[in-house]
């Protein structure tokens, strides 16, 4: 059963690989298919690119800033593509070609936009705390108080046992490695 698995999921991570997909758009797998995610909207990359800014400022030149970078969990056949990832650079030199591995990553970002905002608070909060990946920074432009950014930590059996959820405009606090406070005074509100 493993072994038809694995050659399910290299199928799937193959065909990822040669996919021709339009400017902007992102593949993902999920749930055994490949899934076409739209371009975000200004609002969200301009958080994407203060969150960015922010993470550069305080990180090592060994660790870097992505915002394409496909991240895999292959052990639940889920291939992501988070709006912003850290890694260690040494841990790229394994497959150029290939996703990194997500265990390997340091912190995943998402930001939610209305067409993916269930799938970023249930089926990617799963997947992360199941790789497991250490921190899960969600900004939730669409959560139903009123937008919030909330920081998952503490991985555990499936699930995260921290969470510290801060709305819009109040800073939020990553730890070690980052050691900053993330302003997000000025992110933009959907209206």
Known sequence: MAVESDRQWSYLLDTWRELDVPEGWRAE?????IVLVPPPNTGHNLIAARVHRALVRCLPDDVEVFQTLGTQIARLEKLYIPDLVVVDTAVLAVDEDGPVDAAEVLLAVEITSRSTARHDRTKKLWGYA???????LLIDRFDEPGPTVTLFSEPHNGAYRQSLRTPFGKPVGLPAPFGVELSTEGFPVPS
């Open 130 to 136: 199941h790789a497991p990946v250490p921190l899960y």
């Open 29 to 33: 797998i999920e749930g055994g298919q």
